[in-house]
């Protein structure tokens, strides 16, 4: 099963970019998209809807914000939208396709770069979806979950890290939230698991050069529940061409 996750920035940018013209070359399963930027009636154009792929969407109540998406060859048997809390719902940050054997969303979390009220809405809804994770772990059943997190979780996963400890996204209570992610719930960060390699970033910032030198950060995940550990068997970032500041994360399990 090869899962795709990618922060769009904007789906009709990503498309204009040749994103959907790479994603049906990836023999992918399921394609996790986030941040649309687009209702779900702005994109009845077939270009969003590759052959072969069901789409399904979650949108924000605004127009042009946020918005998540699953892409999926196999029809689910069921898709559930929402947390149950209005920073996740109103924006339009959570969907999540059930199959057989597993679970996969696709989710987002805010940024806290812009702002003090940014970053607290940030911790918020941190804590909100932490609540989440711990309830997810009574379920009998798998889950990937997949997308931006907007924090690096350790120094490997951002270039220039020792300067970047005061700022939005590698602070320390947010690399701690991380850490009770994957060492207290026991959830597992699918890409380190296989693919421990130095300077592995999903997203540089949009100054002069930041992707060519590879001055970036690992913001984007995919997450799963401990049983899928032994499943993960690659992982890879996509980055030769840009489709937004982000780049496709694509890992194969054995499902």
Not at 66 to 93: N, W
Not at 178 to 189: K, Q, R, S, T
Request: with cysteine; glycine share 6%.
């Amino acid at each position: 099963m090869r899962v795709i996750t990618f922060n769009t920035q904007g789906i009709e940018q990503a498309a204009d970019n040749g994103f959907f013209d790479w994603m049906v070359q990836q023999d992918a399963d399921v394609v996790c998209l986030q941040d649309l930027r687009a209702k779900e009636y702005q994109l009845d154009a077939d270009r969003f809807h590759p052959e072969g792929y069901e789409a399904y969407f979650f949108d924000a109540f605004e127009d042009g914000f946020s918005g998540v998406a699953i892409y999926t060859r196999e029809i689910p048997k069921a898709i559930m939208t929402g947390l149950g809390f209005e920073q996740c719902d109103f924006h339009g940050r959570f969907i999540q396709a059930d199959f057989d054997k597993v679970s996969v969303a696709s989710w987002s979390m805010p940024s806290g770069l812009k702002s003090d009220e940014a970053q607290a809405e940030k911790e918020e809804y941190m804590d909100l979806l932490a609540g989440h994770l711990t309830k997810t772990l009574r379920k009998r059943r798998e889950f990937i979950f997949c997308g931006p997190l907007h924090i690096a979780h350790k120094p490997v996963d951002l270039s220039n890290w020792y300067v970047n400890q005061s700022v939005s996204g590698f602070l320390p209570h947010e690399r701690e939230w991380m850490a009770d992610i994957f060492d207290e719930m026991g959830y597992v960060d699918a890409f380190r698991q296989v693919n421990h390699a130095d300077h592995q970033y999903t997203w540089w910032p949009e100054y002069n050069r930041a992707r060519e030198l590879n001055e970036g950060a690992r913001l984007d995940y995919q997450i799963t529940t401990a049983n899928l550990r032994k499943t993960i068997k690659s992982a890879r970032i996509y980055r030769e061409k840009a489709f937004s500041a982000h780049a496709p994360v694509i890992i194969d399990y054995d499902i």
